[in-house]
């Protein structure tokens, strides 16, 4: 009692620590994987809610449904186990696990045709599953059809001549089936039962004995006679054996074979037992008797041999006939009559390989005897088919040959068909077309022949002479029949397309093709291949024109439907991709698991999106993404663009949360990386900005300096800024304070207001505003429209009017990693209009942060940066800037940039240097939080 308690409690104990186990599975296979391992372990109740949660996260996962149902079958709950199985098999029609069980299924439920179907599926994809084959034999033994059990038990023979178990269940099927036939006294059934078990097992003893005995009931006693005789070479001291030779023996009065039988054996008891009886059947003497004596005393006396030698054949005396015949022959010389005469010997003996060589040896004697010759034939037809058997086809073709040579035309035919059959099993395809072709010579209205013909040309990979040869039939046919032929036809040429797309001759795959369609112009399969050679040797015209083809004669096909839609996307519009994308979305509706319609509506959404971003049509971009993602959630293409849509929507969090689900290739993976790192800091909502200009002037080294602080907070639509820009001079320091505001209105529009006030040596008063406005014109460019106000600390050209006006217009295209924007200000400064033309172009690496710049301006005026900064008086006279800088993503809350620009402009005041230069290097760090 005590060890059973303790057993209880490490069961309990062991029992609550599993389930306290909390097991990570992330995706089915790990579903799959932990399930399988419980129902091994013989947990089938925890392997099942394993199972079940399984396909909570993955309903149409294939393999968990076949779980399910092998659950079901441990359980012998059939209907629910049925049910699942073919759930996934509706899942994935390769399940064999699936198939594997239901055959248990039905055959348990006694469904066995059903179990039969089954197996018969599982053969096609495994037709040397011995396990398989077995099963099958089983099932139509259960169905009480012993004759296809017994016919596949054979056939399997075959496809395994080794294996010894099936060889073993093989046998044990015909002596079943013979003890049957003789139970129900059909002693010639039982009779030919026994003689196939002897010739398949000649080393078992009882078979011998079966055949004796059958042939014994039959009446038949010398051939149990000659049974015993081969059963004797093979088991010389069997005691069954002798007995029953000695019992045929002297029941045929046979007492001088009889006893000398006896005595080789050394069965002395025997011996003594039939000596009185053949000494009591001496007695009774007959004519034989007789003529025996005259034929001994005088051996060439024709009367007396032909007497004794046909009572000896008379009575299957067989070895006795032979002696009486040649000492006949010896006294009274050969004739071709003896010889015709020992031929019939050998025949009633049974002993074939003589009777064989004896035959062929007289026909080469008398090969005008119609007789001889007829048996020679039927001699060599026999060999020939023993030849094929047992694969000897070489030796085959010779025996055939002679059949052919010597047969009637029906033999004639017969051996020519054979003689290709045996070229065609060596492989040797030449000789098995010229034997083809003496055929339809001699049958030329023969379609099969010509199907032949067309096989061995594929073998020859010679394809063009196989399909013409296939047309020659084809034109030998009509009505229901030629429909047949197309079929084969249609089959011949999707086995030739398919072997030259293996080796990639995708034009030749075409050729062929077009070469079907003129033979079957509404052939599916054919304008399927059409479709997708088209599309493999690039030629998209012909791929539409065969996918509308498919389209007019199959409407409701899908393939060419989705081919249909893949042409139309590659160039399409806005409003083709539109229609595209609403056509492939209905049919998912109808097929939502067609793997076809699945990639090609997840590309064609992908195309789609890119278009609708380059029209800032980002949010329309996303709501068609969701869409897709519906049908595909794993999609990682498509959660990459809705990234990008967030991106250009200033949603930065969702674009890293969408972009992450990107899959870099090690050379991208740096760059990916940092651009994640730039869309997290984006993310952001508040943001401090520090730079610093350092400037001076050519001709000497005093060095002025700006500085700047920032703060900007991010909100969904509306950027807000605040910033201090702080100037010390010899004569002061100078602050000027500003503020921003940037607004998006919609997708394509968005504007800035700023405002900036100043005590000294920066424009006392500042005001800015500007509209951004996106236009579809070139793939696309943003255009910017402003106006703007400064008062200028001081006058800077004459000593009258400090106030400035301008107006600003400028562009920005944007080229995959390049950014380009050019502005043109006009200023009016003292009823004098000035202007100054800027271009600004940028390279990106891997964000908007990483980047190199190039800029540069020219003008009657120095550019607005600078004369926001009043760093020098160059109005009215020829201003030129050249910079260059970079800018870096330092951290991913971190960017700094760096600019250096050099500027040359004519000085008004003719006492000094015509032409100044003015060098500034500017500095900035940002930190994102």
Known sequence: MKNIFLLLI????????????????????????????????????????????????????????????????????????????????????????????????????????????????????????????????????????????????????????????????????????????????????????SKKLVKENPQREDYYLNVVNDNLKAGDNYAALAFVERGLNQFPQNDALINKKAGILAEQNRYDELLEFLQKKKRRKQYNYYLKEAARNAKDKDPVTLYGKVFFANPSNTEAFTYVFNDAMAKHQYEEALFLLNKHRQAAGGSKKLSVKELSIYKSMGNDAKAASFTKELFYRYPNDSDIKDDYVKIMLISAKNKMESAQYYEAIA???????????????????????????????????????????????????????????????????????????????????????????????????????????????????KHWLTIDPTNQNALRYAVNLSHQTGNTKEMFNYAQKGSNYYPDDVFFKIKLAEIKGQKANLEEYAQIYHSLHKELKINPYHKLVLNTFSQITED??????????????????????????????????????????????????????????NMEASEFKEKLNYLKSRGYKNSIGISHIRSRHGDHYAINTISTIEYARFEEKNTYIG????????????????????????????????????????????????????????????????????????????????????????????????????????????????YNLSLNTRYYFSSPKNYI??????????????????????FSVLNTMVGAGFGWNIYKNVYGNFLGTWYNYKVNDPEEVQYKNLYNLYFGINVAF
């Open 608 to 665: 789609y999106s890119y278009s609708l971003l380059k029209e800032k049509l980002n949010n329309v971009a996303i709501t068609k993404i969701d869409t897709a993602l519906n049908y595909i959630p794993n999609n990682n293409n498509l959660k990459y663009i809705k990234g990008l849509a967030f991106e250009k929507l200033k949603q930065y969090d969702s674009a890293y949360y969408y972009q992450s689900f990107y899959e870099p290739s």
């Open 10 to 193: 490490v069961l309990y104990t062991h029992s609550i620590s599993y389930a306290q186990v909390t097991i990570q599975l992330n995706n089915s296979q790990d579903y799959i994987t932990e399930a399988i391992n419980l129902f091994k372990n013989n947990n089938w109740e925890a392997g099942k809610n394993i199972v079940d949660k399984g396909l909570l996260k993955f309903p149409i996962d294939s393999d968990l449904k076949m779980l399910s149902g092998k659950y079901y079958h441990h359980f012998k709950q059939y209907d629910r186990a049925r049910y699942d199985l073919n759930k996934a098999l509706e899942l994935n029609p390769n399940n064999v696990d699936a198939k594997q069980i239901l055959v248990n299924v039905e055959m348990e439920s006694e469904r066995y045709s059903s179990a039969i179907c089954y197996v018969n599926e599982l053969l096609e994809v495994n037709p040397y599953w011995k396990g398989l084959w077995r099963k099958k034999i089983e099932l139509y033994e259960l169905q009480n059809n012993h004759i296809e059990a017994n016919r596949l038990r054979k056939r399997i023979r075959h496809i395994y001549p080794k294996d010894s178990t099936l060889k073993k269940d093989y046998l044990y099927s015909i002596e079943v089936a013979a003890n049957a036939q003789r139970e129900e006294g059909k002693i010639d059934n039982a009779l030919e039962l």
């Open 399 to 513: 025996d055939w040959q002679q059949v052919g040579l010597y047969g009637d035309n029906e033999l004639n035919q017969i051996a020519q068909n054979a003689i290709y059959n045996a070229y065609l099993a060596q492989g040797d395809y030449n000789n098995a077309l010229n034997a083809l072709n003496e055929l339809i010579f001699l049958d030329a209205n023969n379609k099969d022949l010509f199907l032949k013909r067309a096989e061995i040309y594929y073998l020859q990979k010679n394809y063009h002479k196989a399909l013409n040869s296939y047309e020659q039939a084809l034109n030998l046919t009509d009505g229901e029949q030629k429909l047949k032929y197309k079929n084969g036809y249609a089959d011949m040429a999707t086995k030739i397309i398919s072997e030259l797309n293996k080796n990639f001759r995708h034009t030749e795959a075409l050729k062929f093709t």
């Open 723 to 834: 910033r201090i820009n702080y100037a010390g001079r010899p004569s002061g320091k100078g602050i000027q304070i500003q503020g921003e505001w940037l607004r998006d209105w919609n997708e394509r529009t968005s504007t800035m207001i700023n405002a900036a006030w100043a005590n000294q040596f920066f424009p006392e008063i500042t005001l800015n505003a500007s509209v951004y406005r996106y236009f579809n014109i070139l793939n696309g460019i943003q255009f910017e429209f402003g106006a703007g106000y400064r008062k200028l600390s001081e006058p800077q050209i004459t000593n009258t009017n400090n106030n400035m006006f301008n107006v600003v217009a400028g562009a920005t295209k944007e080229l995959d990693h390049f950014r380009i924007n050019t502005r043109i200000n006009t200023f009016l400064l003292d009823k004098k209009l000035l």
């Open 853 to 874: 710049t190039a800029v540069g301006s020219i003008g009657s005026s120095p550019d607005v940066e600078l004369v926001n900064y009043q760093l020098y008086d160059g």
